[in-house]
């Protein structure tokens, strides 16, 4: 039994097989999804909010579906981000919706949590789908076209946002 099963690996490796070609291939994506999706099960999180928050601005619809610190990694294929020493992530995942009747852009630079004076943007943007995968930072929006989005912010360990902005809309006021 034992050499069967060594005879079909090296039949893989190899290549000379379709099952080896295909594993060749979809071994290592299956390998990243299957590690980054346990990793994300154990992964410690607290939600900031329980229910959606809507805003609106500027023809612009933004609804926040998750606030949330941590988890403190995101995995995208084969790259793993965490926050530097000495800070953690804040997650946000929001739908926004273009309600003008012209196709438009929406900068998430816009999406600033507070720091003391100062504000701290996104340091990564995700599709918010079922793989994580990051996108550009400035989208096109058609007339009435929604999309979803996580914003990841990396913040200092030693204080908390009281806030979340996504300039015009109003602000959405954190726990501490």
């Not at 997650?91 to 100062?118: G, I, M, S, W, Y």
Request: glycine fraction near 4%; include cysteine.
């Amino acid at each position: 039994m034992a050499g069967q099963q060594y005879t079909v690996f090296a039949a893989c490796q190899s290549g000379f097989t379709r099952a080896g070609f295909y594993m060749k291939i979809f071994a290592p994506i299956l390998l990243s999804l299957s590690l980054s999706l346990s990793l994300s099960a154990f992964s410690c999180s607290q939600p900031l909010i329980t229910q959606p928050v809507h805003r609106a601005g500027d023809d612009w619809d933004i609804t926040y579906t998750k606030i949330q610190k941590g988890p403190d990694a995101y995995h995208e294929g084969n790259t793993n981000y965490h926050p530097v020493r000495g800070e953690h992530f804040y997650h946000v995942v929001l739908t926004l919706q273009n309600r003008a009747a012209v196709e438009r852009k929406f900068n998430f630079d816009r999406c600033d949590l507070d720091l003391k004076d100062e504000v701290v943007v996104p340091s990564l943007i995700d599709a918010a789908t079922f793989i994580n995968w990051t996108v550009n930072r400035e989208p096109k929006l058609s007339p009435g076209e929604t999309i979803s989005r996580r914003l990841i912010y990396s913040y200092p360990d030693r204080y908390s946002p009281t806030r979340l902005a996504c300039i015009p809309m109003d602000p959405v006021p954190l726990p501490p």
